[in-house]
């Protein structure tokens, strides 16, 4: 069973960047469609955003679309989310988690795997509190 880590969290200013780390124990993360979720207090648990198992096609939430990238490397068992132009609305313990059904083969299919009930690994989490 794949089991994931994550790391990077903290605490930063508005405006400035965070990078995450999730690292997976098996090999066979390099199969898994891979995504990062997010839960602020008081609030249900949301989609950030998603990789294929290739790293080909990313999806974003709106709200992170241009500030946000997903990116994953395979050799080291690792999926990242570098997080630019932070803001106090980003405070959250963000979660990855991974995917194991069908393979996404296209962007349209992993659009489609955007609620958390799609996805069955899940790290422990890291908070990240942006201040004002």
């Known amino acids: 069973q794949v089991q994931l880590v994550e790391s990077g969290g903290g605490l930063v200013q508005a405006g400035g960047s965070l990078r995450l780390s999730c690292t997976a124990s098996?090999?066979?993360?390099?199969?898994?469609?891979m995504a990062w979720f997010r839960q602020a207090p008081g609030k249900e648990r949301e989609f950030v955003a998603s990789i294929s198992w290739s790293g080909g096609f990313m999806s974003y939430t709106d709200s992170v679309k241009g500030r946000f990238t997903i990116s994953r490397d395979t050799a080291k068992n690792t999926l990242y989310l570098q997080m630019n132009s932070l803001t106090p609305e980003d405070t959250a313990i963000y979660y990855c988690?991974?995917?194991?059904?069908?393979?996404?083969?296209?962007?349209?299919?992993?659009?489609?795997?955007?609620?958390?009930?799609?996805?069955?690994?899940w790290g422990q989490g890291t908070q990240v509190t942006v201040s004002s």
């Open positions: 988690a991974a995917f194991s059904g069908n393979s996404p083969r296209k962007i349209s299919d992993l659009n489609k795997i955007r609620d958390r009930s799609e996805y069955d690994v």
């Open positions: 098996e090999v066979i993360f390099s199969r898994y469609a």
